[in-house]
């Protein structure tokens, strides 16, 4: 059975530090990786999405992939209170594009 | 403005009824999906579809039922045979299929009476 492991949390950080956010997956066939940030009530929204191995970046956040260890990664640098939220780590497989979800990381950043 | 939107917000289901949820967009995606969250789990899928008229079964399946006759919309129905529908329902799309971003309506939340 395809999974997706996420230490639930609360990970606790304060203002302006660099909060990293930890996933790791089973299937070794896995193609697409996504970052979402889900609101308390709200729908998740994508943050990054990931198809390589190796860091990518947007702005204060990187995403990092590591296909061999089936691990990836989000960082976010100088953390906002605004990104207080629960981070959902998602895999995709197949020529479906389905997604397998993670149960999601809250983070809390402490002004 | 182009995107996903879903009605209701709030849902309420008496018992044996079955109930139905909108989910349209009109950024032209060729694939939707259901997904129901519930507290404290990741979104599990429920069914997709990768083109109209064709739809398949996702993890979830039993106690639902969809429909995708038309391109922008692609209702769900929980029936009166899911038992435990208490949950957060998102709808999502994307372009295509193999690694393309899925992309969320505001969700529809269901309660039972």
């Known amino acids: 059975q395809k999974e997706v492991e996420q230490n639930s949390g609360p990970l606790s950080v304060p203002e302006g530090a660099i909060a990293s956010l930890n996933c790791t997956y089973s299937?070794?066939?896995?193609?697409?990786f996504f970052w979402y940030r889900q609101y308390s009530g709200k729908s998740p929204e994508l943050i990054m999405s990931?198809?390589?191995?190796g860091d990518k970046e947007d702005g204060r956040f990187t995403a990092q992939l590591n296909k061999a260890s089936q691990y990836v990664s989000l960082l976010i640098r100088d953390s906002q209170p605004s990104d207080s939220a629960t981070y959902l780590c998602?895999?995709?497989?197949?020529?479906?594009?389905?997604?397998?979800f993670g149960t999601g990381t809250l983070l809390a950043v402490q002004p | 403005d182009g995107g996903i939107t879903q009605s209701p917000k709030y849902l309420f289901r008496k018992e044996g009824q079955n109930v139905t949820l909108s989910c349209e967009q009109n950024?032209?995606?060729?694939?939707m999906y259901w997904y129901r969250q519930d507290p404290g789990q990741g979104l599990r899928l429920i069914y997709y579809?990768?083109?109209?008229?064709?739809?398949q079964k996702g993890d979830i399946a039993e106690g639902y039922s969809v429909s995708r006759e038309k391109k922008e919309s692609f209702p769900l129905t929980v029936t009166s045979a899911q038992k435990n529908p208490t949950a957060f329902y998102l709808c999502?799309?994307?372009?295509?299929?193999?690694?393309?971003?899925?992309?969320f309506g505001p969700g529809t939340r269901l309660l039972v009476l």
């Open positions: 999502a799309s994307s372009p295509g299929t193999i690694g393309e971003t899925q992309y």
């Open positions: 299937d070794r066939g896995s193609q697409s």
């Open positions: 990931i198809y390589s191995n």
């Open positions: 998602a895999v995709g497989y197949g020529a479906t594009n389905k997604l397998i």
């Open positions: 950024l032209n995606h060729d694939a």
């Open positions: 579809s990768q083109i109209v008229n064709d739809f």
